[in-house]
């Protein structure tokens, strides 16, 4: 009999809530006419009228190339740099005798350069084609025909393709839903990949179609479906549905999206209505925004200064040479008669210096372009995205219980990293695990459950009564894990069927048959061991469930009318099963703040349970249930202190007379198609949540991530709290408010200015807020909050979470860093310098917009404290060293053209010089970016106080900067003047030779090599193999290269024939002006450097001291210098550092208070 | 690992492409290169290493410094400038038109004293100052193949305005460089015995082996309406002509020696050598000057006390900064520094 009743009762019925809310505001009448032209029909793709429409294929292509395109595009988006642009211009100079050096030596480092980062672009998107084509080439069964699917690729699908799914199985394209295997053509739809909800969505087809069931259904199956065109949302659709000569209107329930998968269900029938490009999904994909790192707008403020001091210092030589050359001829008077000033190019014209001169510039332009250094682009890139590579391989940010590892998602933003002023957090989610644990509950009065949550603990530790923490720390060895995910309740009262005894055992027993039935969770039976796991569509839910089973209702089976429990029977103390006939689901939503069922017991008996939020829960009650209430509002208040998130149990029963009526009145709601549905269905399930007895209250632990405490304690127990709270009604007008707000602020600054030694904590809700926000009121907003170690913004909405970030960054200057696991923190992600994705339960939203994600919220640590600072430290580094080292070439060359009369004649070979940048110099520096450590990773973490360098941007400052040029112009100048002087025009060596061209630029250049490597070897403090190799292996190349090319006939080689073998070599004096020049030029920097360790550590200095003494292990020493060195940054740095500190003091504090 | 809560990857039996890799754990495998833990030696300047490179220079810099000093010092050279000199004094008003009118004779005598005994071989330089041989107009004018193979006697690319003679045939060698030759000649005699003058060898082996073809001779050189310099033995192939492959060589800086030949024998101190000269070369209409260059040479090559003096600064200062460096450390020690000066 049962089953006959449930035959008819359809499951939609139960889930009218869910499947209503989509809402009918697209007439219908639209269809046909401009953006709703779409047109499939079903089971004929290859008739006539499908042939015209022409829609793209179910190819799906990410690849930002194709191989006609990739040379054009990522041409232009290299030449769009305008360091990569100059490099053009002169390339192409080349060419015209203007040209101090020969075009093929300026066109082969820019080809390298430009052709490794198209290799590297090249290679990304290769692998983007791998994975197209993999997802091209998956399989589906697609229907061909009397009677038979058979698998075909995805690519080969085309609208109005009929295609069959299998459990488990992707969605290939946008599909409209025929039929599935539940009777009622209802299905489990995963959405993680397109909105990372980890909960099951259900999907219904019409029912008209949803008989077609069996492969037999689609003979002769004709059916024509208009919707609206291809869009990017993803919870809207309109079409109509033809079919049988009656029109249907179709909804976003019908529609199965592609990347979802079908869950919990055998199969579905679909209808191809979007494919390839017009999904759903790929009309959302877009990269994420892509940010720039603060230090790289910097360094291209550098190239524009130096392109700028280029041109100077070019025009300087131009008119020099102008004035030079026009000297050459004077009235008929030849001076320097061995240029033939008489028979000139125009390049050397005197009669036209003026023409000369501008001609002469460009020459200039082109020769000094090795003050730009061409290789910095392209070796910032590759640094990068080694940078990444390390971060991702972080064994130590590697969380094995979801298996994922941080993933750097972009890699422009790693030097950032080391600069984070700010962070912004989401509090709940991204602190939390997300993971619920069914902790206490109040049930008819009598509060359960003892233990103590985490908030509990840390208010104790505070506090500093150490027996809690003894307690508490026992306890953690007792349960080191919950046996069960989702559940730490623990009262002997209760458990282990106890509470048959307890006073009010039929009410406890209610309050367990509600968590085990007023839900929506499917179970899942693990074949192999008969347990049973839940899907719920939050993890309280969940909690809920699982808590019911192990007090002994287990909720073991859902069939489309019923929910079946194991329950025990308080006479025979033995497990019984219960079926309970699920009659209607009032659902959950944000405005209800409650969820009920209605359901009929086996005897018949019509039951409705109701949990719901105290706010509105309170006010349902009748007359008759209120006989705990206060007592429940007592421990209501107490759960909620102890940080517990709490829920109101209530049920009442029903007679048939009024459950008809209800049933009645809540089918017509349902199936009304007007815009007010959704009221009419709230106001129906109002009418019959009412008169409710009360059974007690949940409390439910919101887990917190290992590590993530810093925050919250600082909240709970600032040394002053400045709140905020506005307690505004509706009505109450907003002026009244906002100077309330204001007048707030104000204070809260007097405070703030009043005591300069404690660090404060701001509190501020969502809705004052909103009028801090106003622009009126924000810059004092700003320069209290900046004020205060940390502010926390509760209640607060998605926009203003991106509005606070964007008002921080704009109103400090400094880098700020948004860390966040949910959708509702996209905004803020996307807004802040970085954003931090978790991937955590809450899904993948926060993820896909993030920059960089972690699996972890106490990974934040590592990954700023020791990545961040690593990066920082290796980018600023690099990028310095490299402008020094071009500085330090360029200048040599500027040098001898003074001495050439301007005339443009470089110093050295072609070759020389083009390999400069390329091969000589560039792998130290790029070795420097990818391996440098000041400090190791343990010490990062040890002393945090390092991490201000990057705060303060120490290591990038202009001051930073320009000494590490000045110190360029210094050892080019000296790199000049001593090899001129010491080879001047006397012999050189014993045969009486004389230098030449050739000669001095060999021994100048030998000595600007070892020099600019040298200064690597002295600036860096981390050598390992690698260093060693790139930084002497550098040198050595270039001897190596020196002979090579000396060895190459002299119609290639020119001059620098033989000239290391015959000339250098064999010469004394060759060596000894090599090292004199070396040890000379680098001496000051070498004292700069001692004086600077000995006299004036920075931070990462003191530490290596630390570390070398062998004091980093001694605790007491280690807390004297980090509190000296963090005392006057407390306030105003963002609450991360104070709390990791202070969280450091405890570890140090815990050490030196150990019992020997 | 228990999937009890909300999680959707649970228990499933499917096939889809989803469950699979629960298993395969994404566990970044662990290497010291990965973990950035590769050993490494992590110098820190310390006081020792600090004072131990400043002696360690100091001890090598000092005697080098003196070695290079003694080099110098035992170099024995002669300069004497005579484009002012060899100029009649009746011309010195217009010296331009002097050097530039053919017919005047512009031998002209210099006697030179040794200063020291100067032991063979006595290398003979002329130098001349303010010249730009690299200038880029001019380090550019030259042919190099034409140079080294007689074949390509017609290629005379970059050697403008001296690559043809008017009627078009190629001059060889072409261009400005050879086409500026120095021409100023010297006779050296000591008493009344001729000191001849070995121009053989002067320049450098490779230019003659591999960049002047021996079979290449000068064709239509010096022929043109304006003489530069030099003109060359028609008779002679370019490989032979070493004054033109001296000069071809172009000088790294406005004021430069060449080679102009190697006297082998020694002299003794106060010895006069009378110099016979013929200031042909015109460097009075760029404010030029010419000097005519006796040197002897140690294994450093010419006097150049530069060198010598800068290694001994260098040295010395060297080691005065480790005593600087020593004594600082000794008084104040480091720890107290850092705990309490800096803070």
Redesign the interface.
């Known amino acids: 009999m049962a089953r006959g009743t449930r035959r008819k009762l359809h499951f939609s019925k139960l889930y009218s809530f869910v499947c209503g809310r989509s809402k009918f505001e697209v007439d219908h009448s639209q269809i046909g006419g401009p953006g709703f032209s779409r047109v499939a029909y079903a089971n004929a793709p290859d008739c006539s009228e499908a042939g015209n429409l022409n829609y793209g294929s179910n190819y799906v292509s990410t690849t930002k190339y194709t191989l006609a395109t990739f040379f054009p595009k990522s041409l232009f988006e290299q030449f769009r740099r305008v360091a990569n642009l100059y490099f053009l211009f002169t390339a192409f100079l080349s060419f015209t005798s203007l040209a101090p050096y020969s075009a093929v030596s300026i066109i082969i480092p820019l080809i390298v350069v430009i052709g490794a980062t198209m290799l590297k672009e090249a290679i990304e998107d290769w692998r983007r084609y791998r994975q197209d084509i993999k997802v091209n080439n998956r399989k589906v069964e697609l229907y061909h025909g009397s009677s038979t699917f058979g698998f075909t690729e995805w690519k080969n699908l085309r609208v109005g393709d009929i295609v069959k799914v299998e459990k488990d199985n992707f969605f290939p394209a946008d599909l409209v839903m025929l039929s599935s295997s539940y009777e009622d053509g209802i299905c489990y739809v995963e959405t993680m990949n397109l909105d990372g909800e980890t909960n099951l969505k259900l999907k219904q087809s019409l029912e008209v179609t949803s008989g077609l069931q069996a492969d037999s259904s689609f003979q002769n199956f004709k059916m024509i479906i208009k919707c609206e065109d291809p869009n990017a949302s993803l919870y809207t659709f309109v079409g109509t549905m033809e079919y049988e000569d009656q029109e249907y209107p179709l909804s976003p329930q019908q529609l199965l999206l592609r990347d979802s998968k079908l869950r919990n269900t055998d199969y579905i029938y679909g209808v191809v209505v979007f494919t390839g490009r017009d999904t759903k999904v790929m009309q959302n994909a877009m990269n994420p925004p892509s940010k720039r790192s603060k230090i790289e707008m910097k360094m291209d403020k550098l190239i524009y200064l130096l392109l700028f001091s280029l041109v100077v210092v070019s025009s300087v030589g131009s008119v020099v040479f102008g004035i030079i050359s026009s000297d050459d001829l004077q009235v008929g008077k030849v001076k320097r008669w061995y240029f033939r000033p008489d028979d000139s190019s125009i390049y050397y014209d005197p009669k036209r210096a003026a023409v000369a001169a501008i001609l002469h510039f460009l020459t200039a332009i082109m020769l000094y372009s090795y003050f730009i250094p061409i290789s910095l682009y392209v070796s910032i890139e590759i640094v990068k995205v080694l940078q990444s590579i390390f971060i991702n391989q972080d064994i130590q940010m590697y969380h094995e219980e979801s298996n994922k590892p941080a993933r750097a998602r972009t890699s422009n933003l790693n030097e950032e990293l080391g600069q984070v002023a700010t962070i912004l957090s989401d509090k709940t989610g991204t602190l939390t695990c997300n993971s619920m644990e069914f902790i206490k509950c109040s049930i008819a009065g009598i509060a359960y459950g003892h233990g103590f949550t985490e908030v509990e603990r840390a208010i104790a530790r505070r506090k500093g009564s150490l027996s809690i923490e003894n307690e508490q720390s026992k306890e953690n060895h007792e349960q080191a894990k919950p046996a069960i995910k989702g559940y730490n309740f623990d009262d002997a009262r209760i458990i282990n069927g106890n509470w048959v005894y307890e006073p009010h055992s039929d009410i406890i027993r209610m309050f367990f048959r509600l968590l085990a039935i007023c839900h929506t969770a499917i179970p899942e039976v693990d074949e192999e061991t008969g347990k049973i796991s839940y899907e719920a569509e939050s993890p309280d839910e969940a909690a809920f469930v699982i808590a019911a089973r192990e007090l002994g209702f287990e909720f073991y089976q859902r069939t489309q009318t019923s929910i079946s429990i194991h329950e025990l029977d308080p006479v025979s103390c033995k497990h019984v099963e219960k079926s309970y006939k699920l009659l209607n689901v009032l659902e959950f939503n944000s405005s209800r703040k409650r969820m009920s069922v209605v359901v009929q017991d086996d005897e018949g008996k019509l039951l409705l349970f109701s949990k719901g939020a105290d706010s509105v829960m309170f006010e349902k009650l009748g007359k008759g249930g209120r006989g705990f209430e206060n007592k429940t509002k007592e421990h209501m208040h107490e759960y909620a202190d102890a940080g517990l998130r709490t829920l109101v149990l209530a049920y009442r029963r029903l007679d048939e007379e009024e459950y008809k009526s209800f049933n009645k009145r809540f089918m017509a709601a349902k199936n009304s198609i007007t815009t007010d549905r959704d009221e009419k269905i709230e106001e129906v399930a109002d009418s019959i949540e009412r008169n409710l007895i009360l059974l007690g209250a949940t409390a439910v632990e919101d887990k917190l991530q290992n590590g993530g405490m810093k925050q919250i304690i600082i909240t709970l127990d600032g040394p002053e709290i400045i709140h905020l709270e506005k307690d505004g009604n509706k009505e109450a007008i907003a002026k009244v408010s906002r100077d309330s707000v204001l007048y707030q602020i104000n204070e809260g600054k007097k405070l703030l200015s009043s005591s300069n030694t404690e660090s404060f904590a701001l509190v501020i809700d969502g809705r004052s807020l909103a009028y801090a926000l106003e622009d009126d009121a924000k810059n004092l907003f700003l320069q209290l909050a900046v004020g205060c170690a940390s502010v926390i913004c509760c209640r607060s909405s998605p926009k203003q979470k991106a509005l606070v970030t964007r008002l921080v960054k704009a109103g400090s200057g400094k880098v700020t860093l948004a860390i966040g696991d949910g959708a509702n923190d996209v905004g803020m992600l996307q807004e802040a310098d970085i954003g931090v994705g978790i991937s955590g339960a809450e899904g993948m939203q926060a993820v896909m917009a993030s920059d960089i994600a972690i699996s972890q919220f106490r990974f934040l640590e590592r990954l700023l404290l020791v990545h961040g600072h690593w990066c920082y430290r290796r980018i600023s580094l690099m990028i310095c060293y490299f402008f020094y080292k071009n500085l330090t070439f360029g200048l040599t060359l500027f040098l001898y053209e003074a001495y050439s009369s301007f005339s443009g004649q470089p110093a050295y070979d072609d070759w020389y010089m083009s390999l400069y940048n390329v091969a000589f110099t560039s792998l130290p520096a790029i070795a420097l970016g990818v391996f440098d450590q000041d400090v190791s990773a343990r010490f990062c973490l040890k002393f945090p106080m390092l991490y201000q360098e990057g705060v303060q941007n120490l290591l990038f400052s202009w001051l930073q900067i320009l000494s590490w040029m000045f110190s360029g112009v210094c050892n080019g100048l000296t790199i000049f003047f001593f090899c001129t002087t010491a080879l001047q025009h006397r012999a050189f060596r014993k045969g009486g030779e004389v230098i030449d061209l050739e000669v001095l630029g060999a021994t100048m250049y030998t000595c600007v090599i070892w020099v600019v490597n040298c200064q690597m070897a002295l600036s860096i403090s981390y050598f390992t193999l690698i260093q060693h190799m790139v930084i002497w292996g550098g040198i050595a190349l270039w001897y190596l290269f020196l002979l090579a090319y000396g060895a190459i006939t002299p119609t290639l080689s020119t001059s620098a024939f033989m000239v290391f073998v015959e000339g250098l070599a064999p010469t004394p004096a060759y060596w000894i002006i090599t090292l004199f020049v070396v040890i000379a030029t680098l001496l000051p920097c070498f004292i700069y450097l001692a004086v600077q360790m000995r006299f004036f550590p920075m931070h990462h200095n003191m530490i290596q001291w630390m570390r070398f003494d062998g004091h980093a292990d001694d605790p007491e020493y280690c807390q004297v210098v980090r509190q000296r060195s963090v005392r006057p940054t407390t306030v105003g740095v963002s609450a991360r550092v104070d709390a990791t500190v202070s969280q450091l003091a405890r570890k140090v504090h815990d050490m030196v208070h150990l019992p020997p | 690992?228990?999937?009890?809560?909300?999680?959707?990857?649970?228990?499933?039996?499917?096939?889809?492409?989803?469950?699979a890799p629960?298993r395969n754990?994404?566990?970044?495998?662990?290497s010291k290169f990965?973990?950035?833990?590769?050993?490494?030696?992590?110098?820190?300047?310390?006081?020792k290493w600090?004072i131990s490179?400043f002696t360690l220079?100091g001890v090598i810099?000092v005697p080098?410094g003196i070695a290079?000093l003694m080099a110098s010092n035992n170099v024995v050279e002669i300069v004497d400038r005579y484009d002012t000199e060899c100029i009649p004094a009746n011309m010195t008003g217009d010296k331009?038109a002097y050097i530039q009118n053919d017919d005047i004779i512009k031998t002209c005598t210099r006697n030179l004293t040794v200063p020291k005994d100067m032991d063979q071989?006595i290398?003979v330089?002329y130098?001349l100052d303010n010249?730009?041989q690299?200038?880029?107009?001019?380090?550019k004018s030259r042919n190099?193949?034409q140079l080294?193979d007689a074949d390509q006697a017609n290629k005379t690319s970059g050697c403008?305005?001296?690559k043809t003679t008017k009627d078009g045939s190629p001059i060889v060698p072409c261009g400005?460089i050879a086409?500026?030759l120095f021409n100023d000649t010297y006779n050296f005699t000591l008493g009344n015995k001729n000191l001849s003058v070995n121009k053989n060898g002067?320049s450098?082996?490779?230019d003659r082996d591999?960049?002047f073809g021996k079979d290449v001779y000068p064709k239509n050189f010096q022929n043109g309406t304006?003489r530069?310099?030099a003109s060359l033995d028609l008779n002679k192939p370019l490989n032979a002509q070493e004054d033109l492959i001296v000069w071809m060589?172009?000088?790294?800086?406005?004021?430069?020696?060449?080679?102009y030949g190697?006297i082998h024998q020694d002299l003794k101190a106060n010895d006069i050598i009378m110099v016979t000269l013929e200031n042909n070369y015109?460097t009075y209409?760029?404010n030029g000057k010419k000097k005519l260059v006796l040197?002897t040479?140690?294994?450093?090559?010419?006097?150049?006390d530069?060198?010598g003096i800068?290694?001994l600064t260098?040295g010395g200062?060297?080691f005065f900064?480790a005593t600087a460096?020593t004594v600082?450390?000794l008084v104040k020690p480091?720890?107290r520094?850092?705990?309490c000066d800096?803070?």
């Open positions: 690992m228990n999937s009890s809560s909300g999680s959707a990857a649970g228990p499933s039996s499917g096939s889809g492409d989803g469950s629960r754990s994404k566990r970044p495998k662990y990965t973990q950035q833990e590769l050993p490494a030696c992590k110098p820190i300047l310390t006081p600090v490179v220079v810099f080098i290079a331009v071989p290398y330089y130098q010249f730009y690299n200038h880029r107009r001019y380090v190099d193949a080294k403008d305005p001296e400005l086409w500026s002067i450098w082996k490779s591999h960049k304006l530069g310099g060589r172009t000088a790294a800086l406005p004021t430069f020696r060449k080679l190697k015109n209409s760029f040197s040479s140690s294994w450093l090559g010419g006097k150049n530069f060198l800068a290694y260098i200062l060297c900064l460096f600082v450390y480091r720890r520094v850092l705990l800096t803070g």
